[in-house]
T-cell receptor, first 115, second 117 residues
């Protein structure tokens, strides 16, 4: 799997937008960009994913650079409940073994939200 | 939907004892994953099942670890004998499609925190 690079930690003020960056300079043409987050004492939860176009859902927005070598997860209005570790992961199309590929989550970005 | 259910939430045991962690995936999901999380190594995939069959167990650290999935609604991860370095949070996740495919989110349980003294 292509690797991703994220800052270890970030801070944001409550009710302000947060932009969480992810670099993936070795991304392949068929890699999808996935984001997960892990709240304290919980398992990771899916946030959003995309391929080339920017994506929006009820949780966040995903902005993907034109060359796809980086992406940004956008939380439009940070709340205290958004304090978590955010993981950026690349997933390729299923090509063999029924689509299974091992995935490493890395260390992620720990987001602190300041009241 | 109850989500992925893991038990116990916490397990404290002495070195050398057998430990069994349990997982009930979301009904209808046909893929199941066991992960281990530590501060040093992050989240590591241990084993992946598809339709109750182990597909990839290359992440299982050694023979002391074993996993089974006797039916679509239950899986176990066993450590025998346990060692202090096995202390970690163990997560189970399930997915509605085959494998960790590109558009199929994983649904994680809340994990079992294992402490081996």
């Amino acid at each position: 799997d292509a690797k991703t690079t994220q800052p270890n930690s970030m801070e944001s003020n409550e009710e302000e937008p947060v932009h969480l960056p992810c670099n993936h300079s070795t991304i392949s043409g068929t890699d999808y960009i996935h984001w997960y987050r892990q709240l304290p004492s919980q398992g990771p939860e899916y946030v959003i994913h995309g391929l080339t176009s920017n994506v929006n859902n009820r949780m966040a927005s995903l902005a993907i650079a034109e060359d796809r070598k980086s992406s940004t997860l956008i939380l439009h209005r940070a709340t205290l409940r958004d304090a978590a570790v955010y993981y950026c992961i690349l997933r390729d199309l299923p090509v063999n073994s029924g689509g299974y590929q091992k995935v490493t989550f890395g260390i992620g970005t720990k987001l602190q939200v300041i009241p | 939907d109850a989500g992925v259910i893991q038990s116990p939430r916490h397990e404290v045991t002495e070195m050398g004892q057998e430990v069994t962690l349990r997982c009930k995936p979301i009904s209808g999901h046909n893929s199941l994953f066991w992960y281990r999380q530590t501060m040093m190594r992050g989240l590591e995939l241990l084993i992946y099942f598809n339709n109750n069959v182990p597909i990839d167990d290359s992440g299982m650290p050694e023979d002391r670890f074993s996993a089974k999935m006797p039916n679509a609604s239950f899986s176990t991860l066993k450590i025998q004998p346990s060692e202090p370095r096995d202390s970690a949070v163990y997560f189970c996740a399930s997915s509605p499609k085959r494998g960790w495919s590109y558009n199929s989110p994983l649904h994680f349980g809340n994990g079992t925190r294992l402490t081996v003294t």
